[in-house]
């Protein structure tokens, strides 16, 4: 019995591990907003046009794959900046992969993401 329970208990934890936030997802990098190739927080030139994002503690070069909770569209994106700093963001994406999952005109929309 108590190796069933040990497993059950490790199992939970990866998977509770895995699961990241909930709350509201924007972008950034409108043109002439950061110059292309300006030095990210991790080091990397910034890219609109990248699947990247920024997070605020998420360590650089961690995958993540974010989900509007409006329309269930996915995206797979590796933090490479930090942020945002605006309160109940949780996740900036580039310009670029926010069009895959939300209209740009729109700006931000609700979220949550899981660790790849």
Same mark, same amino acid.
């Given at each position: 019995?108590?190796?069933?329970?040990?497993?059950? #208990?490790?199992?939970?934890?990866?998977? @509770? @591990?895995?699961?990241? &936030?909930?709350? +509201?997802?924007?972008?950034?990098?409108? +043109?002439? &907003?950061?110059?292309?190739?300006?030095?990210?927080?991790?080091? &990397?030139?910034?890219?609109? #046009?990248?699947?990247?994002? @920024?997070?605020?503690?998420?360590?650089?070069?961690?995958?993540?794959?974010?989900?509007?909770?409006?329309?269930?569209?996915?995206? +797979?994106?590796?933090?490479?900046?930090?942020?945002?700093?605006?309160?109940?963001?949780?996740?900036?994406?580039?310009? &670029? @992969? #926010?069009?895959?999952?939300?209209?740009?005109?729109?700006?931000? #929309?609700?979220?949550?993401?899981?660790?790849?």
């Amino acid at each position: 019995m108590k190796p069933i329970l040990l497993t059950a #208990f490790v199992l939970t934890i990866s998977i @509770a @591990a895995v699961h990241g &936030e909930t709350g +509201e997802c924007s972008w950034y990098g409108a +043109e002439g &907003e950061i110059p292309q190739g300006w030095p990210t927080a991790c080091g &990397e030139g910034f890219d609109r #046009f990248a699947m990247k994002a @920024a997070h605020k503690t998420l360590p650089c070069g961690t995958k993540i794959r974010v989900r509007n909770l409006d329309n269930g569209k996915t995206v +797979e994106v590796t933090i490479n900046d930090r942020g945002p700093f605006t309160p109940g963001r949780i996740v900036d994406l580039t310009y &670029e @992969a #926010f069009g895959y999952v939300e209209d740009r005109d729109r700006g931000r #929309f609700p979220c949550d993401y899981e660790i790849l």
